[in-house]
């Protein structure tokens, strides 16, 4: 079904006024090759960028491919991920996810959507995230918790489910939008739009914003 105008036209003015609060947003991950921004975003579920980023300094020194993940003994990457949580599966998707790498693409991280999503341990969020930040491919747009809160408090979506927020936002942004899109509403849903007591007051936001279910 086609977007109406005006709901396109409002989407362009919040795109219009991210870009002026927040012109450099990017991921907040720290990584220097696709599979390290790969690794980080694996251990960000149910972390934060700060934590992420603080074991990852040490861990891309000691696990410099995907070669040195798959063939590490599970419980010492357990180890040096303990601190963002959950390190039981996410050293299990690492594990999964690197082995797959080294045998259907020799150890690279591919630049196709598709093949990502087919990587064990890998969604669309992670694979968005990815091909954002690493390749530049708008293959998507990232939803997470922050880009779910803020779409919903800006009616721009009445959905709940990741794939429909974002089958959602793709049709009221236009392509070249979607990675800046996904980055600024990231840094506008973490530092503005936070989800207890949000900050309505200074938000540049607040002249457009129908505040739902606030």
Request: hydrophobic letters at 35%; one cysteine or more.
């Amino acid at each position: 079904m086609p977007i109406p105008a005006e709901i396109k036209q409002y989407a362009a003015k919040i795109a219009r006024i991210l870009r002026e609060h927040y012109p450099d947003a990017k991921c907040e991950l720290d990584y220097e090759t696709p599979l390290q921004l790969l690794i980080a975003t694996i251990l960000s579920a149910q972390c934060t960028d700060e934590r992420v980023n603080l074991v990852t300094k040490c861990l891309f020194r000691k696990y410099p491919d995907a070669a040195a993940y798959a063939n590490a003994p599970q419980k010492d990457l357990e180890r040096e991920i303990q601190s963002t949580g959950f390190y039981h599966n996410k050293a299990k998707s690492i594990q999964s996810c690197c082995q797959s790498l080294l045998e259907r693409y020799g150890g690279q991280v591919p630049r196709d959507i598709e093949k990502m999503i087919e990587l064990p341990g890998i969604g669309r969020k992670t694979a968005n995230v990815v091909l954002g930040a690493a390749y530049g491919v708008a293959s998507g747009i990232v939803v997470d918790t922050h880009v779910t809160r803020v779409s919903q408090r800006l009616g721009l979506t009445q959905e709940k489910n990741p794939e429909k927020i974002e089958k959602d936002l793709l049709g009221q942004f236009p392509r070249k939008e979607w990675i800046a899109i996904g980055n600024r509403m990231v840094h506008h849903g973490r530092y503005v739009c936070i989800a207890r007591n949000p900050k309505c007051d200074t938000c540049p936001l607040a002249g457009l914003c129908p505040r739902i279910g606030v």
